[in-house]
T-cell receptor
Framework: DADVTQTPRNRITKTGKRIMLECSQTKGHDRMYWYRQDPGLGLRLIYYSFDVKDINKGEISDGYSVSRQAQAKFSLSLESAIPNQTALYFC????????????????FGDGTRLSIL | KQEVTQIPAALSVPEGENLVLNCSFTDSAIYNLQWFRQDPGKGLTSLLLIQSSQREQTSGRLNASLDKSSGRSTLYIAASQPGDSATYLCAALLRTGNNRKLIWGLGTSLAVNP
């Protein structure tokens, strides 16, 4: 089983619909992230969470919201989807740097391909 | 503006060649640099992470180096194989004021031909 699981893997929906993307992890990491990837723009950070009670906006949080339901679960919502939110969305996790004294690598799920018509 | 640039954007080589992928970053206040691999339809897999205090890291046929003074990192792949075909991304963790920000390159798409 994958350490970082994203559901759904693919989703096609219409403008104005509310969508939730879910991410769960079995790695026991405190830190979780949501990114979107667009051709020519690379990976951009939407939101991140360093623990269950900590939620932070990334560089492109407008139009998105998140919920950290538990250490292992971090969901991303599009309240009213619009076509320019069509992208590949990734969830990632990382261990806190405090346990080892240095920043640790991020571990990614396989992504959700979201198309908004 | 902090940026990470990867050159070339695409590379095609015959099997068995040794090759170098380049990553440059605009800020010397770097905490670490990571190299990832992305396969089509898949997420990113962390390959190597070099802390700012380190000069290089090795894993199997992969060797990554970091030169903070010149703002460059290279990923060296020895004896390339068709299974190495993927997109390789680098990401630099840079200081931004009192915070840290992970800046991503756009990747190098590698094709290793049998």
């Amino acid at each position: 089983d994958a350490d970082v699981t994203q559901t759904p893997r693919n989703r096609i929906t219409k403008t104005g619909k509310r969508i939730m993307l879910e991410c769960s992890q079995t790695k026991g990491h405190d830190r979780m992230y949501w990114y979107r990837q667009d051709p020519g723009l690379g990976l951009r950070l939407i939101y991140y969470s360093f623990d269950v009670k900590d939620i932070n906006k990334g560089e492109i949080s407008d139009g998105y919201s998140v919920s950290r339901q538990a250490q292992a679960k971090f969901s991303l919502s599009l309240e009213s989807a619009i076509p320019n939110q069509t992208a590949l969305y990734f969830c990632a996790t990382s261990e806190s740097p405090y346990s080892r004294g240095t920043e640790q690598p991020q571990h990614f799920g396989d992504g959700t391909r979201l198309s908004i018509l | 503006k902090q940026e990470v640039t990867q050159i070339p954007a695409a590379l095609s080589v015959p099997e068995g060649e040794n090759l170098v992928l380049n990553c440059s970053f605009t800020d010397s206040a770097i905490y670490n640099l990571q190299w990832f691999r992305q396969d089509p339809g898949k997420g990113l897999t962390s390959l190597l992470l070099i802390q700012s205090s380190q000069r290089e890291q090795t894993s199997g046929r992969l060797n990554a180096s970091l030169d903070k003074s010149s703002g460059r990192s290279t990923l060296y792949i020895a004896a390339s194989q068709p299974g190495d075909s993927a997109t390789y991304l680098c990401a630099a963790l840079l200081r931004t004021g009192n915070n840290r920000k992970l800046i991503w390159g756009l990747g190098t798409s590698l094709a290793v031909n049998p």
